[in-house]
């Protein structure tokens, strides 16, 4: 049990315990004397907007659209960002983003700050995301940033979130966020650090997208026509489910190609195919970790994120265990087939929506990257079912086609995603020594 004592002259106008947590009350005693807050230091502080028109919420081609979702590890990452019409974001004046404004995420993992990069022009925002434009000469952005996912931003925006059924914060709460000035050129270090971090994101993007070109390349589907189509037909001796998006063109178009090529299916490589467990966490540092499909993105795995487990749980769950070259994947919800190799030794079990697949004959960082790959992520979306959530199961994973390429291709490829992943890795310790860095600032 977590115990706080307070004054009564500090109870606030909420009196629920969890608002007064130990954690809590530190960063408040740390920065009571701190006059500047996330109101004061901006020009503009707004929030976002849902999209309302007649027909389809979004389009496949229009004004990019950023949504809670695209906040990942304290980035923004644009691999799963959807669009909505140029008439719908013209009406959404308040929720307009320029380059360099500070975003501010309101549900999912509240409190995460991220800046619009230049190369985003033109974008838009939802109603759960708040967007922060700075008043000139008074904050770096960078630092802001920053600041906002420190332990003194982040558990500020827990404890105005705590207290209600949603994960979620309130827009009127975050403008009294308290921040932290320090000088400017202890800001200027943290912006130098925060641009080196993104300098190595982009040689990761960098590697990824070669390894991207290496594979279309050698399937030679450079010039297949795998655009979705607004109108199409099909034979009613093919129909085995009644979802039109089962038969769109692009999915034939790329199950005909393959076929084509030698190949294989998971089915026959695959020496064990089956979901995790549904674990028993613990708040307990332990050493002991379950991987859930949250930490599974199409790029990396964020084993930062990954909670702890009971060490009896990681011993009894023995069908259940991580192990180096294990294939994980995604199986449940938004971003079901996401798919990932564990390249290490690992105290981990994989949790309940989460598949866990062994195969022989093919590098399981390829494999894995083929699964994340067009012809990869076509095949998954055939295959979920599910009317309310996506699903992936076992038996579908088994059908999913493989061509067989040389050792020498794979090996290359393979070769690209780990160099991939050891500038991802080095961006974001660069990130955390700079959270750290405002942290033993603001502790002096």
Same mark, same amino acid.
């Given at each position: 049990?977590?115990?706080?004592?307070?004054?009564?002259?500090?109870?606030?106008?909420?009196?629920?315990?969890?608002?007064?947590?130990?954690?809590?009350?530190?960063?408040?005693?740390?920065?009571?004397?701190?006059?500047?807050?996330?109101?004061?230091?901006?020009?503009?502080?707004?929030?976002?907007?849902?999209?309302?028109?007649?027909?389809?919420?979004?389009?496949?081609?229009?004004?990019?659209?950023?949504?809670?979702?695209?906040?990942?590890?304290?980035?923004?990452?644009?691999?799963?960002?959807?669009?909505?019409?140029?008439?719908?974001?013209?009406?959404?004046?308040?929720?307009?983003?320029?380059?360099?404004?500070?975003?501010?995420?309101?549900?999912?993992?509240?409190?995460?700050?991220?800046?619009?990069?230049?190369?985003?022009?033109?974008?838009?925002?939802?109603? $759960?995301?708040? &967007?922060?434009?700075?008043? *000139?000469? #008074?904050? %770096? !952005?960078?630092?802001?940033?920053?600041? @906002?996912?420190?332990?003194?931003?982040?558990?500020?925006?827990?404890?105005?979130?705590?207290?209600?059924?949603?994960?979620?914060?309130?827009?009127?709460?975050?403008?009294?966020?308290?921040?932290?000035?320090?000088?400017?050129?202890?800001?200027?270090?943290?912006?130098?650090?925060?641009?080196?971090?993104?300098?190595?994101?982009?040689? $990761?993007?960098? &590697?990824?997208?070669?390894? *991207?070109? #290496?594979? %279309? !390349?050698?399937?030679?589907?450079?010039? @297949?026509?795998?655009?979705?189509?607004?109108?199409?037909?099909?034979?009613?001796?093919?129909?085995?489910?009644?979802?039109?998006?089962?038969?769109?063109?692009?999915?034939?178009?790329?199950?005909?190609?393959?076929?084509?090529?030698?190949?294989?299916?998971?089915?026959?490589?695959?020496?064990?195919?089956?979901?995790?467990?549904?674990?028993?966490?613990?708040?307990?540092?332990?050493?002991?970790?379950?991987?859930?499909?949250?930490?599974?993105?199409?790029?990396?795995?964020?084993?930062?994120?990954?909670?702890?487990?009971?060490?009896?749980?990681?011993?009894?769950?023995?069908?259940?265990?991580?192990?180096?070259?294990?294939?994980?994947?995604?199986?449940?919800?938004?971003?079901?087939?996401?798919?990932?190799?564990?390249?290490?030794?690992?105290?981990?079990?994989?949790?309940?929506?989460?598949?866990?697949?062994?195969?022989?004959?093919?590098?399981?960082?390829?494999?894995?990257?083929?699964?994340?790959?067009?012809?990869?992520?076509?095949?998954?979306?055939?295959?979920?079912?599910?009317?309310?959530?996506?699903?992936?199961?076992?038996?579908?994973?088994?059908?999913?086609?493989?061509?067989?390429?040389?050792?020498?291709?794979?090996?290359?490829?393979?070769?690209?995603?780990?160099?991939?992943?050891?500038?991802?890795?080095?961006?974001?310790?660069?990130?955390?020594?700079?959270?750290?860095?405002?942290?033993?600032?603001?502790?002096?």
């Amino acid at each position: 049990m977590i115990t706080s004592n307070i004054n009564f002259k500090q109870l606030e106008d909420r009196i629920d315990a969890e608002y007064y947590k130990p954690e809590y009350l530190e960063v408040f005693n740390v920065l009571g004397k701190t006059k500047e807050t996330l109101q004061s230091i901006s020009q503009i502080i707004t929030k976002g907007e849902t999209p309302l028109w007649r027909g389809n919420v979004y389009v496949s081609e229009g004004i990019p659209f950023l949504r809670v979702v695209n906040f990942v590890n304290e980035e923004l990452d644009l691999s799963n960002i959807v669009y909505i019409p140029e008439f719908v974001h013209e009406r959404m004046k308040r929720s307009q983003l320029k380059p360099d404004d500070v975003l501010f995420s309101m549900a999912g993992r509240i409190g995460t700050a991220v800046i619009v990069p230049q190369n985003l022009e033109i974008a838009n925002i939802n109603q $759960a995301v708040a &967007k922060i434009r700075l008043k *000139e000469n #008074v904050i %770096n !952005k960078y630092y802001l940033a920053v600041f @906002l996912n420190s332990k003194f931003g982040h558990l500020q925006s827990l404890r105005k979130a705590s207290g209600g059924v949603q994960n979620n914060i309130n827009f009127e709460d975050i403008k009294s966020i308290k921040i932290f000035l320090p000088p400017q050129s202890f800001q200027l270090q943290i912006e130098k650090m925060v641009k080196e971090a993104e300098e190595k994101r982009k040689l $990761a993007e960098e &590697k990824y997208k070669e390894a *991207e070109e #290496v594979l %279309n !390349k050698e399937l030679g589907i450079e010039d @297949l026509d795998l655009s979705t189509q607004k109108t199409f037909e099909t034979k009613f001796s093919e129909i085995d489910r009644l979802d039109p998006e089962q038969y769109q063109p692009k999915y034939k178009v790329i199950l005909d190609h393959l076929n084509k090529i030698q190949h294989t299916e998971i089915n026959k490589i695959a020496m064990f195919n089956q979901r995790g467990v549904q674990p028993e966490y613990t708040n307990r540092v332990t050493g002991y970790m379950a991987l859930t499909s949250k930490c599974i993105g199409k790029k990396y795995i964020d084993y930062d994120s990954m909670p702890n487990i009971t060490e009896d749980f990681y011993y009894s769950s023995k069908e259940a265990k991580l192990t180096n070259g294990d294939m994980v994947i995604y199986t449940t919800g938004a971003y079901v087939g996401n798919t990932q190799a564990i390249t290490g030794d690992i105290n981990a079990i994989a949790s309940n929506h989460v598949n866990i697949l062994r195969v022989k004959d093919f590098d399981p960082v390829f494999l894995s990257f083929y699964f994340n790959s067009i012809p990869g992520q076509l095949q998954i979306k055939k295959l979920v079912s599910g009317a309310a959530q996506a699903e992936l199961y076992p038996r579908d994973i088994e059908k999913i086609i493989v061509p067989k390429i040389s050792t020498s291709t794979q090996q290359k490829i393979s070769k690209l995603i780990q160099e991939s992943f050891c500038f991802r890795k080095e961006s974001k310790k660069l990130i955390n020594d700079a959270k750290r860095k405002v942290e033993e600032m603001i502790e002096k």
